[in-house]
């Protein structure tokens, strides 16, 4: 077993749906968790980081992760075509050892005008 | 702040040749690591490095090698290439996590190279 599974895609959605992007892990040591942008031919950027357990949120993104399941979910709402992009989620564990991340293969959103 | 920028961005090489990715990066991060990225298999980590002079192997480091002999630089070589290192590769850095420093990492903008 992979130690982060993420659904490929690709995602369809027309404007203004709601987005719903998960990953799961089996490592029970990470604790902090990311979101990655990448748009196309470009590198990826951090879009939103959350520690442990809990939901965070920042304007149309909202990030959550459930460690009792092993499961992180990034919803967009009110979905635009500018964040047609793939989504990578990322992990890591606690510690001065644990500066390494853990990357998901990343989905591919297309958001529909 | 520039951030992380990456020299060149395009490359193609004939099987054998070989080359030096630059990573330069302006945020005076500790940490630095190179990534390649296929189609399917997602960012690999090939090495990385936790200060000037330091280098360490990531999950795929045959074929490349690494030096970081300025804290701001990384540089990446292919001695030999081959045609499966045809990639797109990113560098990225981080801090080491102590105050007013995170380990998020920042990701330049890749060098995509091709080896026919």
């Known amino acids: 077993q992979k130690e982060v599974e993420q659904d490929p895609g690709p995602l369809s959605v027309p404007e203004g749906a709601i987005v719903s992007l998960n990953c799961t892990y089996s490592n029970s040591a990470f604790q902090y968790f990311m979101w990655y942008r990448q748009y196309s031919r470009k590198g990826p950027e951090l879009l939103m980081y959350?520690?442990?357990?809990g939901n965070k949120e920042d304007g149309r993104f909202t990030a959550q992760v459930d460690k009792s399941s092993k499961y992180i979910s990034l919803f967009i709402r009110d979905s635009q075509p500018s964040d047609s992009a793939t989504y990578l989620c990322a992990m890591r564990g606690r510690g001065g050892s644990n500066y390494k991340l853990t990357f998901g293969k990343g989905t591919l959103l297309t958001v529909n005008p | 702040n520039a951030g992380v920028t990456q020299t060149p961005k395009f490359r193609v090489l004939k099987t054998g040749q070989s080359m030096t990715l630059l990573c330069a990066q302006d945020?005076?991060?500790?940490?630095m690591y190179w990534y390649r990225q296929d189609p399917g298999m997602g960012l690999r980590l090939i090495h990385y490095s936790v200060g000037e002079g330091t280098t360490a192997k990531g999950e795929v480091p045959d074929g490349y090698n690494v030096s970081r002999l300025k804290k701001q630089n990384f540089l990446l070589g292919l001695e030999s290439a081959a045609p499966s290192q045809t990639s797109v590769y990113f560098c990225?850095?981080?801090?080491?996590?102590?105050?007013?420093?995170?380990?998020?990492?920042?990701f330049g903008p890749g060098t995509r190279l091709t080896v026919t």
């Open positions: 945020m005076n991060h500790e940490y």
């Open positions: 990225a850095s981080s801090g080491q996590g102590l105050a007013g420093s995170s380990y998020e990492q920042y």
């Open positions: 959350t520690y442990s357990s």
